[in-house]
């Protein structure tokens, strides 16, 4: 085997999840190759100093105990009929009823959420993609400042909105690309972020789909912000129209950027 | 109670007991939090005692207690929501560049090797601890608590491929991190070309 064979397997090898006839083939080849076994050698023990720093806190000393407790207590045998009891049995299958009803509306956001989590992810991709491409190539609007950008955007869609002012020296906005994400179209303004490409995606959301998007119900001004996939990503929703910020900046200069105007 | 019912309840007491420390301690990987780990643990076993007559005996408990302590997880993540809270979650990390393409595994030069790993004691945790989710919970998982790639995927509800990739990639992430802690601390020399 050559070492660009052997490479993508060592991963599987260093973890024991080749078969038998594989393993064997691969401690052939690192038999001979210094380079390999020194990799396979590395990844020991990374493995092993993450075992010896990494001590597990146990559970509190009475987590088990009181787990055990609530266990008897849930099957303590049931009682006689009694009017308390009937009252109570009511109240249960009203509760059951409300319960039944919060499940579905659960999976339907729980649906939601992910549909806005997949779309993200495909925000992110195209990011990814834009980060390599040289910003007078990439952009429709190139900017010249807010308002041109916005002026720019408008002409291409009907919801009413302003783009964000993104307060800080180290923030400089490039310009702005209409696209499709996900079936939708959306426009992209890109700025160039404590020296990293960032994108912001603006999308409209009439039917509220992307709400379900963030972990902190996206309300009115409300941001939330989520680490995914490595990057940074801030949502927040005005009016009709959501946003999504896709960064590699650091939390500590997102708060002190975007918290400042929009809070 | 009766007999059979009995039985099955000291069955399922004898597992708590047994895995409570794994649950708790892989809750406190997803949450960073010890107190919100404790009560995630608590509503794990609760939930489990009611499908339990579905776990399989003689089957993996582990994976299968987990993997509700994951769907636990996400639920109350879900319900948190409400608070009208800005979320900000930790993604600077000591040397790791989100941006950067993940590298092939490659070798530490050999003059730096022994002392790169008798350095590093409580920052092992705090690296970890630092990474983004999906990579520190399968670090975790695969090296802490030693699951098996099949595992962790039943766990996370994600392909045996993926797996390898996030154990992978968070263990490069880790090293990444402590290398640049230690060329900090000048114990290491940047790398020679
Ligand atoms: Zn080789
Ligand atoms: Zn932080």
New interface residues.
């Given amino acids: 085997m050559k070492c660009e064979e052997v ?1 993508p397997l ?3 090898y260093v ?3 080749l078969g038998d006839a594989d393993a064997r083939r691969i401690e052939e080849h690192l038999d001979d190759c210094h ?1 390999c076994a ?2 396979v ?3 020991n ?16 000393a009475n ?2 105990n ?3 407790r ?3 207590e ?2 303590q ?1 049931a009682r006689r009929w009694s009017i308390q009891r009937i009252i109570t049995l009511g109240f249960i299958a009203s509760a059951a009823t409300i319960f039944v009803v919060f499940t579905t509306l ?1 999976i339907i ?2 649906q939601q ?1 992910q549909n806005a989590m997949r779309l993200l992810d495909l925000m992110i991709d195209d990011h ?1 993609k834009a ?1 390599n491409f040289d910003p007078d190539e990439l952009v429709d609007c190139k900017a010249v400042g807010a308002e041109e950008v916005e002026e720019w955007i408008r002409s291409h869609r009907t919801d009413n909105f302003r783009v964000p002012e993104l307060e800080s020296g180290n923030v400089k906005m490039l310009g702005a690309k209409c696209c499709m994400v996900g079936g939708r179209e959306v426009e992209v303004v890109f700025y160039e972020w404590d020296g ?2 960032t994108s912001l995606f603006i999308v409209s959301d009439e039917e509220n789909v992307l709400q379900a998007a ?4 996206l ?1 009115d001004a ?11 990503v801030v949502c927040w929703k005005r009016d009709e129209t959501f946003f999504a910020l896709v960064t ?1 900046s ?3 200069s ?2 002190e950027t975007i ?1 400042r105007s929009y809070n | ?1 009766q007999g059979e ?1 009995q039985h099955t ?1 000291l069955l ?2 004898d597992l ?2 047994k895995h ?6 892989v809750a ?1 990987g997803f949450c960073r939090d ?1 107190h919100l780990a ?1 009560e995630l ?2 509503i794990t ?2 939930k489990a ?1 009611k499908s339990f007559s579905k776990f399989e005996q003689g089957t993996n408990f582990k994976a299968w207690i987990l993997k509700i302590l994951r769907n636990v997880f996400l639920d109350n ?2 319900a ?13 990390i000591e040397g ?4 950067a393409k993940p590298e ?5 030069d ?1 003059d730096s ?1 022994e002392i790169f ?1 008798d350095l ?6 705090r690296f ?1 601890h630092q990474m ?3 990579f520190r919970v399968a ?2 998982l ?4 030693g699951l ?2 099949e595992e962790i995927a039943d766990v996370l509800d994600i392909p045996r491929g993926t797996v ?2 996030r ?2 990639r968070g ?1 490069a992430i ?2 990444k991190s ?1 290398r640049s802690y230690a060329e900090k601390l000048g114990y290491l020399k940047e790398r020679k070309i």
């Fill in positions: 490479i060592l991963r599987e973890d024991r999840e380079e020194s990799i050698r590395d990844e023990e990374l493995k092993l100093v993450i075992r010896k720093h990494v001590r597990p806190d146990p559970a509190p987590l088990a009181v787990i055990v609530k266990l008897r849930e099957a045998p659960m956001s729980n959420h990814v980060s990293k490409r963030d972990p902190a119900n309300v409300d941001k939330a912000m989520m680490s995914r996939r490595g990057f940074n590699g650091e939390e500590r997102i708060v918290g | 109670m019912a309840l399922y007491e708590v007991q409570v420390d794994l649950v708790f301690h406190k010890a404790e643990t608590q076993f609760m005692w993540q879900r948190s929501t409400g608070k009208r809270s800005i979320k900000f979650s930790h993604a600077h790791f560049d989100p941006e092939p595994p490659r070798a530490i050999l090797r790993y590093f004691g409580d920052e092992v945790a970890l983004p989710e999906e670090v975790l695969a090296d802490v608590e098996d790639y390898g990739s154990v992978h263990r880790l090293s402590l």
